[in-house]
């Protein structure tokens, strides 16, 4: 039987690369296919931090492609305005020397005017319910049921569903769904990330445009507003690293903010006009877990797992896992 006429029907939670990319191939093969995201637009980790007249990349700072098939879709994403090369001038900060430019042959793209971008083009054409929070995902006989925080039960049953999110959110849905599952997420730590974005009135003297950084907390700073497509104020990004995150994961933002401006006041950067301060609870995957399988499909019963800590962490590697998932699932219910 062809799949068009099957018409599966399919509800995709989380819409950050991965929870997209595998929409996108399951849209295309015809199923009918809803998608749920808690926040009020896609991107998830991808997204940009928007204020009046200003605008601050506050997760992914760039993605690269290394995957021939990631390389197509940035290409496409380039073709469609929504992505290009971020050339940036990149400094090492190391303790007690001065920067170091270094120079890089790695192509390094971000999306444009804003990082959110890319998701926004691919959710243009998807069903994307916003604002909905899914707090339990469960099997009704043949059926998948979905209930929302914010609307109560999802109006809809679905043949098969996909948790396309980070490992410790999806393992509160699986809890009740699919116990050794919900065991294989906890075993994946995801660390913190305290974000702050800082806006100055004057271009910042700094020789570089983003640096990696080998002392203190913080463990990346960049010029944003160097990033190609930006208009508006100059706007600096600082990532405090993962230990420290960790350990002042329930500081007050002002306490946090000084730490991470002392540090880049020490480097040279100037006191700013304005920051805002941003936490990821679940910013990137700790290194030391059990081997993950890239991706998870359980035909029993048409249960998905797709997302970055799956398949290696960063925006490739989301977009990779959820197009995997995709096409498995796609063979999966044709042949059903
Ligand atoms: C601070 C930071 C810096 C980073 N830097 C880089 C970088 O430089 N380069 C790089 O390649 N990667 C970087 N990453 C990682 C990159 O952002 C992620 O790997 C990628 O975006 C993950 O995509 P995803 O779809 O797996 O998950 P996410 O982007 O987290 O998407 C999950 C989505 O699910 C939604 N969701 C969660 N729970 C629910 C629920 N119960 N109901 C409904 N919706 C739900 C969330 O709102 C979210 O939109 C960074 C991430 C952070 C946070």
């Known amino acids: 039987m062809n799949i068009s006429d099957l018409r599966p029907r399919v509800a995709v939670v989380g819409a950050g690369l991965a929870g997209l990319s595998c929409a ?35 997760g992914a700072q760039y993605f690269t492609a290394r995957d021939p098939a990631f390389q197509a879709e940035v290409t496409r994403w380039q073709t469609a305005g929504a992505a290009a090369a971020w050339n940036a001038r990149l400094a090492i900060l190391d303790a007690g020397s001065p920067p170091a430019l270094r120079d890089s042959t790695i192509e390094r793209f971000v999306g444009t005017p804003r990082m959110s971008a890319p998701a926004r083009l691919l959710a243009q054409s998807l069903p994307l319910t916003t604002a909905c929070t899914i707090g339990k995902v469960a099997r ?3 059926h998948w049921r979905l209930w929302s925080t914010e609307h109560g039960v999802i109006d809809d049953r679905f043949d098969a569903v996909v948790l396309a ?29 305290w974000a702050l974005m800082l806006r100055f009135d004057e ?12 002392q203190g907390p913080v463990r990346w700073m960049a010029r944003d507003s160097s990033k190609p497509g930006r208009s508006g104020p100059e706007t600096w990004l600082l990532h405090a690293n993962a230990p420290w995150s960790e350990e002042n994961l329930d500081a007050p933002e002002e306490q946090v903010a000084s730490a991470l401006l002392s540090a880049f006041v020490q480097h040279g950067g100037p006191e700013p006009a304005a920051w805002t301060a941003h936490r990821w609870r679940y910013a990137d995957v700790a290194p ?39 096409h498995e699932m796609l063979a999966a219910l044709k042949s059903t």
């Open 24 to 58: 996108t191939i399951l849209q295309e093969a015809g199923c009918r296919l809803r998608l749920f995201d808690s926040g009020h637009g896609p991107a998830g980790r991808m997204s940009t931090y928007r204020g009046d007249d200003w605008q601050c990349d506050h």
């Open 203 to 214: 271009r910042v003297p700094l020789a570089f445009d983003a640096a990696f950084v080998n």
């Open 288 to 326: 030391d877990h059990d081997p993950v399988p890239g991706y998870v499909w359980r035909a029993a019963d048409g249960l998905g797992l797709c997302g970055d800590w799956l398949n290696g962490g960063r925006v490739e590697g989301a977009w990779l896992s959820g197009r995997a998932l995709g």
């Open 140 to 142: 009704e006989g043949q």
């Open 165 to 193: 999110m980070p490992a410790p959110q999806a393992a509160l849905l699986l809890d009740g769904a699919a116990a050794e599952l919900a065991t294989m997420a906890r075993g994946v730590v995801m660390r913190a990330c």
